[in-house]
């Protein structure tokens, strides 16, 4: 079992920048891939952006591409969104998730272990 806790959300204006984070509180999220999605409302879940579980592959949906950047940290068992130039069509609750052998790491579908997710909202 892993239980992941996402922190970092907020109000912020178009163009500004938010970090997300995730921690996982009593398993390493070292041993996992791990992924960021968003729900908008009335909008299905949606990709943003995963990363295997040595950060070697990294992956990002088209919409986030070249504003968002994901890392991690497995010696403080954390990984982070960093969301620059953001934009009113990025508000939304951001979850991240975990899995240990996602066939595909852009699927929500994949991933077993999943936070309580964190609001964002760009707004001027």
């Known amino acids: 079992q892993v239980h992941l806790v996402e922190s970092g959300g907020g109000l912020v204006q178009p163009g500004g920048s938010l970090r997300l984070s995730c921690a996982a509180s009593?398993?390493?999220?070292?041993?996992?891939?791990m992924g960021w999605f968003r729900q908008a409302p009335g909008k299905e879940l949606e990709f943003v952006a995963a990363?295997?579980?040595?950060?070697?592959?990294?992956y990002y949906a088209d919409s986030v591409k070249g504003r968002f950047a994901i890392s991690r940290d497995n010696g403080v068992n954390k990984i982070s969104l960093q969301m620059n130039s953001l934009k009113p069509e990025d508000t939304a609750v951001y979850y991240c998730?975990?899995?240990?052998?996602?066939?595909?790491?852009?699927?929500?579908?994949?991933?077993?272990?999943w936070g309580q997710g964190t609001q964002v909202t760009v707004s001027s």
């Open positions: 998730a975990a899995d240990d052998q996602p066939n595909n790491m852009r699927a929500a579908s994949e991933y077993m272990y």
């Open positions: 009593d398993q390493t999220v070292s041993n996992y891939h």
């Open positions: 990363i295997t579980w040595k950060g070697g592959n990294i």
